[in-house]
C-alpha cells in the first residue's frame, strides 16, 4: 500500500542551490497539493493541482514552481533555495477537489535544510 | 494571522483525564476536518464533519462542528499514552483550500 510517496526524505541545500522533490500517487486522485509544514504554523499550501494539466498557487508560492506531469506524479521545484524555506514539504492527494470535504492523503514528508 | 486558531497548543496530562481541544476562526467553512500526525509521518484523516452542529464519535475521541460551521472541538474521554500526539484541525473553503490550525501537541502520561 504505498499510497503517497515522496523523495527524497532529507536534503541539506546550500542557499541558492536548486532541487526538485518529487511526489508519486498510486491511489487514482484527481487532485495533488504540496504544503509546507513550520513549527507554531500548522500546513500551508504551496501549490495545488486540480487535475492532470492544471496547477494553481496556494498561501505561500513565492520561490516555488510545480509540474502536474501526469496524473500520477507532481514535482516541487525550488530554482534558488533560501533558509526561509527550511521546513518539512509534504505531498498530498485527494480523488477531487477539497471543497467538498474529501478525504485528502498525505505523504511521508521530505525534511529540507537549507543552509 | 492564523485563519483557524487551535487551543491550547501544548497539552500535558496524566493517563487517565479527559481533555478538548478547540478549532476557532471567524470564517464559515463548508467542511472541517481532524487529523492526527506521528513524529516522522504525515497527517492522517480521523473525522470529517460537514453539517452545523455534528457531532461524530470514534471510539473515545468526540468530535463536534459548530451550529455556524465556524468552530469544532475534539474531546478525549480517559486519555492513553497511545493518544499521544499532533493534533490538527482543518477547515475547507472554497477554491480547493484546506486551511490548517497551527496544531495542539498533546503528552498523555502514564
Known amino acids: 500500500n504505498a499510497g503517497v510517496t515522496q523523495t527524497p526524505k532529507f536534503q541539506v541545500l546550500k542557499t541558492g542551490q536548486s532541487m526538485t522533490l518529487q511526489c508519486a500517487q498510486d491511489?487514482?486522485?484527481?487532485?495533488m497539493y504540496w504544503y509546507r509544514q513550520d513549527p507554531g504554523m500548522g500546513l500551508r499550501l504551496i501549490y495545488y493541482?486540480?487535475?492532470?494539466?492544471?496547477?494553481d498557487k496556494g498561501e505561500v508560492p513565492n520561490g516555488y514552481n510545480v509540474s502536474r506531469l501526469n496524473k500520477r506524479e507532481f514535482s516541487l521545484r525550488l530554482e534558488s533555495a533560501a533558509p526561509s524555506q527550511t521546513s518539512v514539504y509534504f505531498c498530498?492527494?485527494?480523488?477531487?477537489?477539497?471543497?467538498?470535504?474529501?478525504?485528502?492523503?498525505f505523504g511521508e514528508g521530505s525534511w529540507l535544510t537549507v543552509v | 494571522t492564523q485563519l483557524l486558531e487551535q487551543s491550547p497548543q501544548f497539552l500535558s496530562i496524566q493517563e487517565g483525564e479527559n481533555l478538548t481541544v478547540y478549532c476557532n476562526s471567524s470564517?464559515?467553512?463548508?467542511?472541517l476536518q481532524w487529523y492526527r500526525q506521528e513524529p516522522g509521518e504525515g497527517p492522517v484523516l480521523l473525522v470529517t464533519?460537514?453539517?452545523?452542529?455534528e457531532v461524530k464519535k470514534l471510539k473515545r475521541l468526540t468530535f463536534q462542528f459548530g451550529d455556524a460551521r465556524k468552530d469544532s472541538s475534539l474531546h478525549i474521554t480517559a486519555a492513553q499514552p497511545g493518544d499521544t500526539g499532533l493534533y490538527l484541525c482543518a477547515g475547507a473553503m472554497r477554491a480547493q483550500k484546506l486551511v490548517f490550525g497551527q496544531g495542539t501537541r498533546l503528552t498523555i502520561n502514564p
Open positions: 498530498a492527494s485527494s480523488p477531487q477537489g477539497l471543497f467538498s470535504g474529501n478525504t485528502i492523503y
Open positions: 493541482s486540480a487535475s492532470e494539466g492544471t496547477t
Open positions: 470564517s464559515v467553512f463548508s467542511s
Open positions: 491511489m487514482n486522485h484527481n487532485s
Open positions: 464533519v460537514v453539517t452545523g452542529g
